[in-house]
Structure formats: structure tokens, C-alpha cells
């Protein structure tokens, strides 16, 4: 009798940086769960993504290609993949899958699902606190249970809005890692959080009126990642009363980190600093797939699809820009990456090069943070990125910055397109206005505006949110 084809369960989790992660060390025990489920399987412990943000990560997480292939670098990416670009739920349905999608539209690579579900991903201060995960919950465990009673094979892939902002986690979590007053008065802390004009109105919709403690709001994100994991929990719980944990793939992948209170950047996800880049990746298919193995190569968003895929037995034609993670689980292979490029575009247009020791930040226009137009950073003896060097090492900056343009031009010329970080011209969403000219432009022009614009942002709805823009102004 052939063997039954694999289920895959795709926990695509928004904004989950590693390094808050237990099972990644982090000193607090956010994860207990998830630990449990990385012990159950393969957790790859230098795993990063070198586009962010959400729209341009998950397009190369669903596509195994980079950003050259699926020209996607920009958070307001117009327009769809290339016609010639498989996602994996059309990869899957070709195979004969029932593929189902929860809590992702408008992205170019949520293309190709048979379903469609959403859920309410956001919240504010004024609703209350935010029960996402449960929300998501209360749509996937029914899709789940109905995917579970047929024949066919399913793909269920989830977009976890835990520990995306706003970070507000229902009791338990919101109490579980703070203590103190958040609204102490006397704590500078939080001054410069909320006098950055860009992002200070939204801050002002779903943090506590009259907060000083900027530790607070880091507890609220720990807490996010905790209450995400005991939701998650649920799911694993689910997924094993209904029979369906040996023959179902399940796999955790975050699609960029987070900046808490690092950088300057504020409780968002831009700067190509280690706390965006490195993200979780833990897969589990018991009796195929090693437990308690750590792989501690490099590897990036576009490994995925090609690895699923063998793990599914599915063939295909198609040239992947990522490699397979099995022969690195295997023991066969120490890393797929040497170094790699590192591209950002949401409130800032940088990309960069990064091998084991050194990142290389180079700013494409002025940002909005006023921050140097090139950053270089010793890994190794300053894992935090604080310590700036490109003025100190000018010899170490052109090096990497030829390793960097080299790669630029041999991607142009494979994929017979400009580099999409060039192209992206009107990637902050104002039309016409091109890359800004000075850091004060890109500061008084920037503004995320409320939790509904930032909503409506990612969620595709770009004429609606430009609007709002406008109006808040
Ligand atoms: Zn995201």
C-alpha cells in the first residue's frame, strides 16, 4: 500500500525574533511549549531573513527564491509575483493537497491557497487587551478538524499576529515578566519613544496612557511570545487528539524579528540589525526527521520550500535561489551560506552584506533616523551592533561592499532584471516623491498613523491606507 502523503502545518509567526525565544536562550522562559516541540524536532539556530519586512519575508519563505526572483522588497510592494514564481500552496495543490490559508491576504505570496480565513490580528487601548492567537484559534482548529476528516491531504499555513505591535496580551501574560509601575513618575525611559513623530500617534493608541517605563512595553512583547506559545500549544494539542501527529509536518518559521527599545528603531521591525534578521525556524515529523538536533549552519527564508518539498517527496523542475536544510540536518553539509545580502524596505531603504563576523549596512537615501549612511558591525566582539566601525576600518567597509556589488550584478544578470532595491523608488508610499533628499524630509514625510492605517498597510489595502495618510496629516 503507497504511503499516505504528509500533512503540513506552516505556523508562519509575525515579528517573533529568536533571541526572545527560551528554547534560542533567552533568560526568560517565554517558550516552554514551543521548547518542547523544538526538542520533538530540528531547530536551526542561525536562521535569518534577509528581506524584511513581512511582505518581501514571507514572499521568499513561500517561494524558496530571493529577492532578485520574486522582485518583492518593499512592505508597499505594487503588484503581484512574477507569472513564472510557484508559491507553495500552488506547489501543493498541484500534488493534490486541500490548501488552506488563515490570516493572510494582500501579500504577493499569499497567492495560490484554496481558502482563504481571517481573524482580528490587531487591537488598541482603548478595546481592551488583545486576544490574537486565540482568535486565530477560533478559526484554524475548526479548519483543522475539517481538513483532519477527509482523504486528502492538507496544507494548513497560520499567520500568527503574536508578538506583531500592538503587544497586547491578555492575564496572565500581560503580568507574567513586569512588576514595577509602568506609570512611575520621573522614568525618562520612554521619552524618546513617544516624541519620535513618525511612530508616536500609534504608540498613543495601544500603549497606557501616561507610561514612563519603557521596560513595560518590553514585557509586553515577552509576554506576546508567551501567550503566542500557549496558543500554540492548543493547536499541538489538537493536532495529536486527532491522530494526525506522525504523518503531519509542522513547521514554526518567523518571518522577520523585532527592535524593542535597540537602536533607536522602537518597537517595530526595521534597521537590518540582529534582532530583525534572525528568526526561528523549527521543524518537526516524527520518525523522518531527527529530535533534540540543533543545526547550527546559516540558512535563509528561501531554504524552506526546497526542504519541505523533499521532505514531502514532491519533484519539481523549478530552480530554487535556497537550498535543502537535510543534508545540514543530515550532518553532511556545515552551512548553506558563507555570507549573504540583506535588504530592508518598510520606513527605511538599506541593504547590506553579512557573514559570520561583520554586517555591512549601506543606506540606499537618507533615513529618518538621522543614522550614518554606512554602518559596520564586528559580530563577534559586538554581537549588540553598537559600536559603528565603518569610519575606523574604510579597507574592511570597500571589501564588503564588493563581495556585496558583486553579488548585486550576478543576480542582475541571472535574472535579467535591475535589483528590485533599486527600482523601488516610491516605496514609502507617497507617489511621485522618489527617494528622499535629507533624514529631515524622510522624518517629517514618515508616519505610520493609527492601528487601523497600519492594518490596512499590511493587509494590502494600499488606496485606503494612503487616504488615511493623508487625512491624519
Ligand atoms: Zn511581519
Known amino acids: 500500500m503507497p504511503k499516505k502523503k504528509l500533512n503540513l502545518i506552516l505556523l508562519g509567526v509575525d515579528s517573533l525574533r529568536a533571541d526572545r525565544m527560551s528554547c534560542y536562550g533567552y533568560h526568560r522562559q517565554t517558550t516552554p511549549h514551543l521548547d518542547k516541540f523544538a526538542s520533538q524536532g530540528v531547530r536551526f539556530a542561525q536562521n535569518f531573513s534577509p528581506h524584511i519586512p513581512t511582505t518581501s519575508a514571507y514572499s521568499s519563505m513561500l517561494t524558496g527564491l530571493d529577492a532578485f526572483s520574486t522582485t518583492v522588497v518593499a512592505l508597499r510592494h505594487k503588484g503581484t509575483l512574477p507569472d513564472q514564481v510557484k508559491t507553495l500552496p500552488e506547489f501543493l495543490r498541484e500534488a493534490g493537497y486541500d490548501t488552506s490559508c488563515v490570516g493572510f491576504t494582500g501579500n504577493p505570496a499569499s497567492r495560490g491557497f484554496d481558502v482563504y480565513h481571517n481573524f482580528s490580528g490587531w487591537g488598541n487601548w482603548a478595546s481592551g487587551r488583545s486576544p490574537k492567537a486565540e482568535n486565530l484559534n477560533a478559526v484554524a482548529i475548526p479548519e483543522l478538524e475539517r481538513m483532519a476528516a477527509q482523504d486528502q491531504p492538507f496544507f494548513l499555513f497560520l499567520r500568527h499576529m503574536d508578538p506583531h505591535s500592538p503587544y497586547l496580551p491578555p492575564g496572565p501574560f500581560e503580568r507574567m515578566f513586569y512588576s514595577k509601575d509602568e506609570c512611575a513618575p520621573g522614568n525618562p525611559s520612554m521619552k524618546p519613544v513617544m516624541s519620535f513623530k513618525p511612530f508616536c500617534d500609534y504608540f498613543a493608541e495601544w500603549m497606557p496612557p501616561g507610561i514612563t517605563d519603557i521596560d513595560y512595553v518590553v514585557a509586553q512583547y515577552d509576554g506576546a511570545v508567551a501567550y503566542m506559545d500557549a496558543c500554540i500549544q492548543r493547536l499541538l494539542t489538537r493536532v495529536e487528539e486527532l491522530g494526525l501527529a506522525e504523518n503531519t509536518l509542522v513547521v514554526l518559521n518567523g518571518d522577520h524579528g523585532e527592535t524593542l527599545d535597540e537602536h533607536d528603531c522602537w518597537f517595530d521591525h526595521h534597521g537590518m540589525y540582529e534582532n530583525t534578521l534572525h528568526v ?62 540583506i535588504t530592508e524596505c518598510t520606513w527605511m531603504r538599506k541593504h547590506g552584506w553579512r557573514t559570520p563576523e561583520w554586517k555591512l549596512m549601506v543606506a540606499l537615501e537618507p533615513d529618518f533616523h538621522f543614522k550614518p549612511p554606512v ?43 535591475p535589483n528590485p532595491m533599486y527600482t523601488n523608488l516610491d516605496w514609502h508610499g507617497k507617489d511621485g516623491v522618489g527617494p528622499f533628499k535629507t533624514s529631515q524630509q524622510a522624518y517629517d514625510t514618515m508616519h505610520i498613523g493609527s492601528v487601523g492605517t497600519a492594518n490596512k498597510l499590511q493587509a494590502g489595502n494600499k488606496a485606503k491606507a494612503k487616504k488615511t495618510l493623508r487625512k491624519k496629516r
Open 280 to 341: 526561528p525556524l523549527i521543524m518537526r515529523l516524527p520518525g523522518v526527521l531527527p529530535t533534540g538536533q540543533t543545526v547550527p549552519g546559516m540558512t535563509l527564508h528561501q531554504d524552506l520550500v526546497p526542504s519541505l518539498l523533499e521532505l514531502m517527496g514532491i519533484r519539481t523542475k523549478i530552480k530554487f535561489d535556497g537550498s535543502s536544510l537535510l543534508p545540514l540536518i543530515r550532518g553532511q553539509q556545515a552551512s548553506n551560506y558563507s555570507d549573504f545580502y
Open 375 to 417: 554602518e559596520l558591525y564586528n559580530l563577534l566582539k559586538d554581537p549588540l551592533e553598537l559600536n559603528n566601525l565603518a569610519d575606523q576600518e574604510p579597507q574592511l567597509v570597500t571589501h564588503l561592499r564588493q563581495r556585496m556589488e558583486t553579488w548585486i550584478a550576478r543576480r542582475e544578470k541571472a535574472t535579467g532584471r
